[in-house]
């Protein structure tokens, strides 16, 4: 099996040591098959995309992410090169407090859908306590992830936020009283011969493994 080494790290866009508009530094190849890689999670943007007879739509979102190779004592992590980024929000608005994923997850009604949809939850614990904070993924559509994801930078896909205003305010034309809280999260597998990518393993699961997993975040972007 190829082993690839990559290393992760979350950071700002302006304070990453890329240039802006410039080509990130391909991965440090090593005896032809192993790569030394960072991947570091970056900001938020509003792409200025506008749909042939419709009026611009503030809540279409995207960001980015890189995976260039590492600077001098950023920590090597083993992987088989696959992983990604997803675009998640803090839901609900009022810190939820958590221990597991799970506690975390949304059932909702389904816009414009018959039906209920869940909306996966992230846990994120900070400061070194044993519990986190909530927020959530509506879907994969808001996410760039996979084997096919190599080093460079990269663009997540535009997608239409307004599902997650409708269902802080119960309209989607409504602003909540407070800026929605946005962040890039990135996850980088770790090496497995087996079952499905650590990155999308479930904390329940039985072959879950923390070690197997190296994650990311960007900058808190608030938008209303």
């Known amino acids: 099996m190829k082993r690839v080494l990559f290393a992760i790290a979350a950071v700002a866009l302006n304070s990453c040591n890329i240039e802006t508009g410039a080509e990130p530094r391909t991965a440090t190849t090593i005896d032809g098959s192993i790569q030394l890689a960072v991947i570091e999670a970056q900001e938020v943007t509003r792409p200025q995309v506008q749909f042939p007879g419709t009026r611009h739509n503030p809540r279409l979102l995207s960001g980015k992410f890189t995976i260039r190779s590492p600077a001098p004592g950023e920590r090597l992590f083993s992987t088989n090169g696959s992983g990604g980024a997803c675009l998640i929000a803090r839901v609900p608005q009022d810190p939820k407090a958590c221990t597991l994923d799970t506690e975390c997850d949304l059932v909702v009604r389904r816009r414009g859908l018959v039906g209920r949809t ?24 808001y996410c760039l ?24 305010t119960g309209s989607p034309a409504a602003s909540p009283v407070r800026p929605v809280d946005w962040m ?5 597998n ?3 011969s087996s079952g499905k990518p650590p990155c999308a393993r ?11 997993k190296l994650t990311a975040r960007g900058p808190v972007r608030p938008i209303r």
Request: a negative charge.
């Open 184 to 188: 890039v999260y990135a996850c980088l």
């Open 190 to 192: 770790g090496v497995f």
């Open 145 to 168: 992830k996979g084997p096919h994801v190599q080093t460079g930078q990269h663009t997540l896909p535009v997608v239409d936020t307004t599902e997650v205003y409708q269902y802080l």
């Open 202 to 212: 479930q904390q329940w699961e039985s072959d879950y493994n923390e070690a197997l």
């Open 118 to 141: 869940t909306w996966h939850g992230y846990c994120l614990k900070g400061g070194g306590g044993p519990s986190g904070t909530c927020w959530v993924k509506p879907s994969d559509d």
